[in-house]
């Protein structure tokens, strides 16, 4: 593949990339604690040098992967209120739930919790919201949370929820839905605080996101023009050949 090719082909799989980002952030404008993904792009000259240091040649052979995966924006949403019980939002901005299948653990700021068929208190996709004591096991939906995260029922506290941190916060990742990943690691907040019977919105903003829906397509525009263009002068060289 030459150079231009090469070019066109990373621009275009950026631009790819990018579009599949701005498209499940406007999905996802209404889910509560969802954090705007951002993709999170490698330096052009990473791309390019370790394929040309093994090759002897000026560009990779190949197309190149230009993302380290979908990053996340952490600036907080709004937060509103909507008088159910198990609906609780996160003070700090720097403070996680972790929900868990049991074998793995992710983070979320979505409070818009429920109670199972086993009256375990689940998250988003029926994962287990991570207590302090482990599964949170409710007899029903008629108790409070308090500030500390206890939840009390008739005025004695039944469970607890357990807030978490992270050891490097632009290590996070985005997975399904309001979902994180944290490669960088976590650990138990003891200063968490929360809000009974609200939740944290999304943070993504609609206006913004047509904007880098229609940077996308000019950069797709673009790269198709170099394709075409080149691919134009290539075939005219490649007559003028034939007819030597």
């Known amino acids: 593949m030459t150079d231009i090719f090469q070019i066109a082909s990373i621009g275009m799989l950026d631009g790819r990339q990018r579009l599949e980002a701005v498209s499940q952030n406007t999905a996802s404008n209404g889910l509560a604690g969802y954090r705007r993904h951002v993709v999170a792009g490698s330096p052009f000259d990473d791309l390019v040098k370790p394929a040309a240091a093994a090759t002897g040649a000026a560009s990779p052979s190949a197309p190149a992967d230009t993302t380290e995966g979908s990053s996340v924006n952490l600036q907080p949403g ?14 700090s901005d720097d403070q996680f739930f972790a929900l868990t299948d049991g074998t793995r653990t992710w983070l979320t700021r979505s409070g818009a919790f429920r109670l199972n068929d086993d009256g375990v208190l689940v998250g988003e996709g029926g994962l287990r919201v991570v207590g302090t004591q482990g599964d949170v096991h409710l007899a029903g939906i008629d108790v409070t949370v308090g500030a500390d995260g206890r939840i009390a029922k008739q005025g004695e506290t039944v469970a607890s929820l357990q807030l978490f941190r992270v050891d490097a916060p632009t290590s996070l990742r985005a997975a399904q839905g309001s979902l994180l990943t944290s490669p960088g690691g976590m650990k138990p907040a003891e200063d968490g605080r929360v809000r009974g019977g609200m939740l944290e919105a999304s943070n993504t903003d609609s206006a913004h996101e047509i904007l880098d829906a229609m940077s996308v397509s000019r950069q797709f525009e673009a790269m198709s023009r170099v394709v075409q263009s080149y691919d134009g002068v290539l ?10």
């Open 235 to 244: 075939g005219e060289a490649i007559e003028k050949l034939g007819g030597i």
């Open 78 to 91: 709004a937060k509103t209120y909507t008088g159910r019980a198990l609906d609780v939002a996160i003070d």
